[in-house]
């Protein structure tokens, strides 16, 4: 009867007056997807650039994933932390030699990740400090925000976390006088996704890294966006050279299904007895997910393909794209930033209305976060459809 009632209602208007509010939704419902490729409720299909905003790298309903879940929530759903479990202690020991980190703490989002990454490194400096990046998003959680630059964000929260301090990014002498003996670390992006799609200059993490050692603090990278082959590497800071104490994790770690993970460092040391907790952290579920999601990965070429057709797809925009209507394009591997010189949010009405769904960073940014399984044909027809629109709006 439940079912049938809600058949018959209107679903936008229904979801309108249950809804919290703190979302701007748009015309579109979506009820599946398959691949790179996502199909609404009249069963119009559109070429995915959103890419559960970086939660699916994987793409929609991919078979491993899905044979992975069936399996695991047939067997058991839930065994919290306090139980030893073998499917989280093959996915940490998988998750670990992958990122050549020795400890990692499961927990349920990227927030919760940064979060957590916050509490172990004052735990284990003894220090409150932090020092974070203008334009940096990190969370929307009170430590985690306290870390996010953008003001309409914040203000309407503070007063915040104490201690916090923005930089400007990719400013290594700015960040040196911004060290002190409280700092406890530095949390960066290796590209800021939501401020931009800037990616760190070269040698930038590298100094980074090298200021957080000199001075006692540590190195926290926030790869929430950027981990699991975004970039074309499987996390990105292994493109930079870099090693750091405290790696955030979340998004596409369990192809879509909610999950982050802190991984700790040989600076950390392991924690004491209770000093941090989760009830759902390290779900068994998640963990045959998210097992799944790194053998796909690590067994195919997804991620070079990623860097390969990034770097295809940033030369062609670069070299396209009409300077009278784009600033500049940046990116790394998959994740492309098209800076517009008015606002973004018709582009995206347009782009929709064409079949191709993207994103904001920011209010003259258009965001590219395609699932990397997206088919050569669908990547192009996308760019394409960009390249067209801008063009044709000049």
């Known amino acids: 009867?439940?079912?049938?009632?809600?058949?018959?209602?209107?679903?936008?208007?229904?979801?309108?007056?249950?809804?919290?509010?703190?979302?701007?939704?748009?015309?579109?419902?979506?009820?599946?997807?398959?691949?790179?490729?996502?199909?609404?409720?009249?069963?119009?299909?559109?070429?995915?650039?959103?890419?559960?905003?970086?939660?699916?790298?994987?793409?929609?309903?991919?078979?491993?994933?899905?044979?992975?879940?069936?399996?695991?929530?047939?067997?058991?759903?839930?065994?919290?932390?306090?139980?030893?479990?073998?499917?989280?202690?093959?996915?940490?020991?998988?998750?670990?030699?992958?990122?050549?980190?020795?400890?990692?703490?499961?927990?349920?989002?990227?927030?919760?990740?940064?979060?957590?990454?916050?509490?172990?490194?004052?735990?284990?400096?003894?220090?409150?400090?932090?020092?974070?990046?203008?334009?940096?998003?990190?969370?929307?959680?009170?430590?985690?925000?306290?870390?996010?630059?953008?003001?309409?964000?914040?203000?309407?929260?503070?007063?915040?976390?104490?201690?916090?301090?923005?930089?400007?990014?990719?400013?290594?002498?700015?960040?040196?006088?911004?060290?002190?003996?409280?700092?406890?670390?530095?949390?960066?992006?290796?590209?800021?996704?939501e401020g931009g799609v800037h990616p760190a200059n070269d040698g930038y993490l590298r100094a980074a890294q090298a200021l957080c050692h000199a001075n006692g603090s540590l190195l926290i990278l926030d790869e929430v966006q950027t981990g699991f082959g975004r970039t074309g590497w499987l996390f990105a800071h292994q493109g930079q050279g870099v090693r750091p104490d405290l790696l955030c994790l979340a998004k596409s770690i369990a192809g879509g299904l909610p999950m982050g993970a802190v991984v700790m460092g040989e600076r950390v040391g392991k924690l004491p007895p209770a000093a941090h907790g989760s009830t759902f952290g390290g779900n068994p579920v998640m963990c045959a997910a998210a097992l799944a999601v790194l053998d796909v990965l690590q067994s195919t070429d997804l991620i070079l393909r990623a860097r390969q057709r990034g770097a295809d797809v940033l030369a062609h925009l670069r070299a396209h794209l009409p300077p009278a209507a784009v600033r500049d394009v940046r990116g790394l591997g998959l994740m492309i930033g098209i800076e517009l010189r008015g606002k973004v949010a018709p582009v995206l009405q347009a782009l929709q209305a064409r079949g191709v769904l993207a994103l904001p960073a920011g209010r003259t940014v258009l965001r590219l976060l395609p699932p990397l399984v997206i088919s050569d044909d669908d990547l192009w027809q996308a760019v394409n459809t960009i390249e067209e629109m801008l063009t044709d709006a000049v």
């Not at 970086?54 to 992975?68: C, E, K, M, Y």
């Not at 020795?102 to 940064?114: D, H, I, K, M, Y």
């Not at 007063?159 to 990719?170: D, K």
Request: aromatic share 6%; charged share 20%; net charge positive.
């Open 1 to 193: 009867m439940l079912a049938s009632l809600v058949e018959q209602t209107d679903l936008v208007g229904l979801e309108h007056a249950h809804t919290s509010g703190v979302y701007v939704k748009r015309d579109l419902q979506i009820v599946g997807g398959e691949g790179a490729r996502l199909q609404d409720i009249a069963g119009r299909w559109y070429i995915d650039c959103i890419g559960g905003m970086g939660a699916a790298n994987l793409g929609h309903a991919h078979p491993a994933v899905v044979a992975a879940v069936r399996d695991q929530v047939a067997r058991l759903s839930v065994c919290p932390e306090l139980l030893h479990n073998p499917v989280r202690a093959r996915y940490q020991a998988a998750l670990c030699r992958a990122a050549d980190m020795p400890r990692v703490f499961l927990c349920n989002s990227g927030a919760e990740a940064v979060e957590g990454a916050i509490k172990i490194a004052r735990l284990v400096t003894g220090r409150a400090g932090i020092v974070a990046a203008m334009r940096g998003f990190h969370g929307r959680t009170l430590g985690a925000l306290s870390t996010t630059w953008k003001c309409a964000y914040r203000a309407p929260f503070e007063p915040l976390l104490p201690g916090v301090n923005h930089v400007p990014y990719n400013d290594v002498v700015g960040l040196a006088k911004a060290l002190n003996r409280d700092v406890a670390a530095v949390v960066l992006e290796v590209v800021q996704g």
